[in-house]
């Protein structure tokens, strides 16, 4: 028995003293992740990277995700600050995982931000929405004021940036009356320097310059240089939007020597931009000139393509006042052919949709709370009147009701696999929702009716939808028997994709091969229509739109030029792009058909395909 009592004492002990040391562990790591913190203030990249990369390291080897997490943190933003952004995304995603799975609000917001400004420094606006709104929702349902507040100072920044005005006042001013009943200097030198922002991009500098000067007197400058030294070129660009050039000279040059000892190197460039800007303003070419190409050579170091742009564009016009025509004509073509590859019409109208989908659920849950809220209230009475006269009834109505469930249940899941893949339809099941993700290797298929709008007049509705009905269903079982995904019809066009949700090796030949078969449907039938077809190559970004009604869709530069191939195809043709034919040409039959202009794409090389290679 004494045996038995010292065994179980010196077993106490050993895992007493085993939680003691992964105590100790975790409060070192947390330490070093605070130093690393205070670091990021300082911006000394290096040793916030070396503290992270301590921190990251230990909390691996004994499996503390929240240190793991918050260590990417650290060593993303080090390498954000120095200008490499591919890399710090890399970090701050892994962080955003663990963050998500830990259930954090406040952790999960802080990513979703860092996140949104690397973006934002690719001029990636659609992903740093989609982010942003993540993390609006995740903050109102844990309804941490803080974080909205937070969140929608970042949105804000981000509409002005797009130069969507009207949404960034609206999302300001909703955070200011957040933060103005909170207790946080923090969250109100974020809230007064955003709406500072705000009002120097609608033209009303004073309030603007009153909005910076409160920020220079809440900021503590040696605890938080970064912020000091950002406040500092934004009082610049107030005064020189005044014409108080003396006064914009001696704030920009604190802000840039500040930034160039901090090693900030994006907004070392920002600033010299900034300054440059204001020598164009005062007429002073050659000076405009040299800041703007030490803004240029800084953001083509670190990739910085929202700045390029800029620098092509006001180096244009600081040629134009020296009248050096030619070099001016040189910088307005680089910053054209800029500008196409970075924003275009149909990323616009995805960040209205992301838009519209986010207001739209909240409208939905705040329905559906009040709904339940009701619901509930009504069940409680009923229960309290009936009480246990009614058990007997109730406990038969429950398994008549789970049979019908069960039935409905089988009903749904066959609908719900009829509109998306069935790994999305699970995944919508088990969490209510479904995570929007990217592609890198998939073939989309675009057909349409040549001449639809003509036909359609000649033809009754019935007689309309009864044909286009017949080739739409004999499409879908040519798209299935190939492993193609049906994504959508719009009219008579018709949209497919392969690749997704499962990568496909050989997607590129399946829906050349669809796209034959369809063809050779189309002209075996009595068909009063005729098909055109398209398609195209590349990554592309899937996911659920809309909670009501809700359609899988996919978006991205891939499905557009799919949709231009189409266009530029023929009566009976599959039209493809280099792209595609890149990965087919040794089991199909292709036509090169030479370089052919494509709307929003210039010449674009395209080939016809002719059938399957008859290999001996």
Known sequence: MRILIVITLVISLAFTRQAFASSADTTFINALIAQAGECEKLANCELEMELGRKAYVLSQAIGFSKGVSAACMRIGSAYFNLGVGDTALIYFKEAYGIRKELKNPKEVTSTCIAMSYVYVSTAKYDSAYAILFDALRINQLAKDDIGIAETYIELGNLSIEYNDLAKAKTYLMEADKIASGLQSNAINIQSSSALGNYFFNIEEYKT????????????DTERDKTMYASNLNNIGLSYSALTMYKEATAYFEKGLNAYVKLGMRYDEGNTCFNIGTMYNNMKMPD?????????????????????????????????????NFQQAYHYQLLSNQLNDSILNEDKMNSIVEMQTKYETEIKEQQIYALNNQNENRTNQRNGLIIGTILLSVLLCTVVIQRNAVKREKLKSDHLLLNIIPSEIADELKQTGGAVAKQYNHVTVLFTDFVNFTGLSEQMSPTELVTEIHKNFTAFDSI??????EKIKTIGDAYLAVCGLPHETPDHAQRVAKAALEIVEYMSQQSNKFTVRIGIHSGPVVAGIVGVKKFAYDIWGDTVNTASRMESCSEAGKINISAATYELIKEEFNCDYRGKINAKNKGEVDMYFVEGVIAHR
């Open 208 to 219: 603007a310059l009153r909005y910076f000067l409160k920020v220079n007197t809440l900021t």
């Open 287 to 323: 000076s405009a000139i040299y800041y703007f190409n030490r803004s240029l050579s800084i953001s083509r170091e670190i990739d910085d393509k929202r700045h390029i742009l800029l620098s092509y564009q006001y180096l244009a016009d600081a040629y134009v006042l020296k009248k």
């Open 479 to 484: 798209i299935e028997a190939n492993g193609l």
